[in-house]
């Protein structure tokens, strides 16, 4: 079973969402057999490389109230991490592009497959809820992601380049087509959609679902004579 989510690595409610979905597969029964596959979403994709401002003032400025009540926001998503086992450092987060950061997890995915991708986007995340890291900064992404394992000559080729810049639209197109309009989003075998952060109880019951739908169990409506390994009761 394949699941493909769409998120931004300056998303909170993505990484919340992150670990509500690994909750749900920390006790599905057939979680060896979940394939996930990150894909690129920008939800500020005018945000600068070089950071300006904090999130809070962003927030603030963007929606109202000043920094306060960019703070009062963030007070919120911090408040639910927390239920998550996460402690961040967001208050301290800038806003920052992360065009960069997409076509790096597009080249852990193409060099390393979904396992090394989720290395490398877990350790984005991390970056920057968890350290307030500049995710926009090459440097730093490039200490980021060979931390994860990515090979520092390939990070360096995509940073130095426009490679994967294309996946990255490409992606953001498809989740546009799938309706989506914002992030976290999650499709489940191609076939399920989920939108936020759902509780991991939503995303045991959707992950149940698709199991059962596409491994479906004969149901036994009788029986009667019949040979098998042993030979034939006559």
């Not at 670990?19 to 006790?27: D, G, K, P, V």
């Not at 963030?74 to 592009?97: C, F, N, P, Q, T």
């Not at 679902?209 to 006559?234: F, N």
């Amino acid at each position: 079973m394949r699941i493909d989510i769409w998120s931004d690595v300056v998303c909170p409610w993505c990484y919340i969402g992150k670990r509500r979905l690994e909750t749900a597969l920390s006790t599905f029964e057939h979680a060896d057999e979940v394939e996930v596959v990150w894909h690129s979403y920008q939800l500020d994709p005018g945000a600068p490389t070089t950071p300006v401002e904090t999130v809070a003032e962003a927030l603030g400025r963007k929606y109202g109230g000043g920094p306060d009540a960019g703070r009062t926001m963030i007070d919120r998503v911090e408040a639910a991490a927390a239920e998550e086992g996460m402690l961040w450092r967001h208050h301290e987060s800038k806003r920052v592009g992360t065009m960069d950061a997409h076509r790096l997890v597009h080249l852990a995915l193409h060099d390393g497959g979904p396992e090394l991708q989720g290395r490398v986007k877990e350790a984005l995340l991390s970056a920057y809820f968890i350290d307030a890291r500049n995710v926009a900064d090459h440097g730093e992404l490039r200490s980021i992601v060979t931390e994860a394992g990515l090979d520092e000559a390939a990070v360096d080729r995509v940073l130095g380049s426009t490679e994967f810049a294309d996946d990255v639209w490409a992606d953001i197109e498809q989740a546009q087509a799938f309706g989506a309009t914002g992030v976290p989003f999650f499709v489940v075998d191609n076939k399920f959609g989920v939108s936020g952060a759902q509780p991991a109880e939503a995303f045991t019951q959707v992950l149940e679902r698709a199991w059962s739908e596409s491994h479906p169990v004969v149901e036994m409506l009788a029986s009667g004579d019949a040979c098998g390994p042993d030979g034939c009761a006559i």
